[in-house]
Each structure stands twice: as C-alpha cells, then as structure tokens.
C-alpha cells in the first residue's frame, strides 16, 4: 500500500515535468482505480491520454483507443491503432489483425488481419506483443488459409506457439497438444503422442487451465482418434 502511495506521488512529481509516460502511468491510474486512495475517475483517465497522446505517445493513443472502443466509438479507436501501428507498435498492430479478422468497425478482411498480426511480430522481444505469434498459428498456419494463399504449415505454428509459451502465453498448451496429436494420428509416431502428452501433462496443472478446458482438450482428443482408441485422459 506505502509502495502504491509512494509510486503515485512520483507519478504526480513527474507530470508537473510534463513527462509523457507518467503523465500516461497516471491515466491508468485513474481509469482501473486499483490505487486504494486514488477513486476510479475516467473523466481524468481520458484526459490524460489525451494529453499524452497530442504529443504522439503510442502507449497513450492505445489507452485512449481503448477508452474509445469501450464507449462505443469504434472507427475513432480503429483510427487510433492505426496512427500507433504506424509507429511500429506491436500492440496496436496486433489488435488491427483482431479487428480485421472479426470484422470490427470495419469489413472483415483475413488478408489485412494476416499482415497486421505479421507486422505486429516485427519488434524486439522487448515491446513485441506475443499474441500476434499466437494468432498467426492458430488462425493460419494451424489449418491455412487457402483463400490469401496461406498454406496449412505445422512446423511454424508450433514454432511460433513454443515461443509464446516461453512469454506467458498458457493458451498455446492446448494448440500444441492438438497439433502433436494429429501429427500422431497420420504418422502413428510414439514421439508425437509422448511430446503431446507431454504438453498435457504441464497445462493441466496450471491455474489458466480450468475443469472445462481439460473436458474440451479430452473432447477434441477423443472426437478427432478414429484409428484406435487411445488412453488420454488429462
């Protein structure tokens, strides 16, 4: 709590220097109100990122791109994530590809979600936002995209999903059980069925991975062995 105190003060400090980050740090503040002495206000959340975001900082157009779509204004966040994409933010680049893939605020359009979620990859691992390597293997390369001549590609999806799991990204357990386990089924290899166990073995023990989770994952398991009955149970 002292820590919090401490931390919003030299926020505070900093933004009478007009620096740009705090100034978008208090922002935040205001907009979860997860400061116990600070009251949630998204009145003063907003203006800050405003503020921030006149003097062209990304991470405050994003928040205020967030805000925006929160309120309903779609085309004015979509027009906010895509001065950050401009910028090379793999944030915004990657929420792009998500509206592009849905449809959101604008028509649906894989191609632009494919090359969003591809820009979205081109950072440091440092600002790089990983979903975008997640969901490039399980929109495209999991199953492929014929029709913007994506080809079906196993070997970099789970490339791809390995990597998200190393940054925090749990989800990508339960694609890499799916994947090992049809690479068994066409090739009835012992390593596919032990590395998907494997995969199983770990996910399922985590706190990301709920009751339902583990019946969809025997589910899917069960639903796709036709050749021979198979002991998985997770």
């Avoid at 600002?127 to 029709?147: C, P, R, V």
Wanted: proline share 0%.
């Amino acid at each position: 709590r002292e820590d919090l105190k401490n931390a919003f003060r030299y926020f505070n400090r900093a933004r009478h220097l007009n620096c740009i980050s705090a100034i978008n740090s208090l922002g935040t503040v205001f907009k979860n109100g997860d400061v116990p002495f600070i009251k949630k206000d998204l009145k003063k959340a907003k203006k800050l990122f405003e503020f921030a975001a006149d003097k062209n900082y990304v991470y405050a157009i994003n928040n205020l791109g967030i805000m925006l779509e929160e309120e309903g204004n779609i085309k004015k966040a979509k027009e906010l994530y895509k001065s950050s994409a401009a910028q090379g933010e793999s944030w915004a680049r990657n929420k792009l590809g998500q509206m592009y893939r849905l449809g959101l605020g604008t028509k649906k359009n894989l191609k632009k979600a494919f090359d969003y979620y591809t820009l979205a990859t081109d950072a440091t691992v440092y600002s790089i936002n990983f979903w975008s390597k997640y969901n490039l293997a399980h929109y495209f390369y999991e199953t492929g995209q014929a029709d913007i001549g994506i080809a079906k590609d196993l070997e970099k999806s789970i490339k791809l999903l390995e990597e998200c799991i190393e940054h925090g990204i749990y989800k990508a357990y339960e694609d890499l059980i799916y994947i090992y386990f049809e690479k068994y089924k066409e090739t009835e290899n012992n390593e596919f069925l032990k590395k998907a166990k494997e995969y199983a073995s770990v996910y399922t023990c985590m706190d990301e991975c709920d009751d339902e989770t583990i019946d969809r994952i025997n589910a899917q398991l069960k639903g796709i062995s036709k050749k021979k009955q198979i002991n998985f149970d997770v």
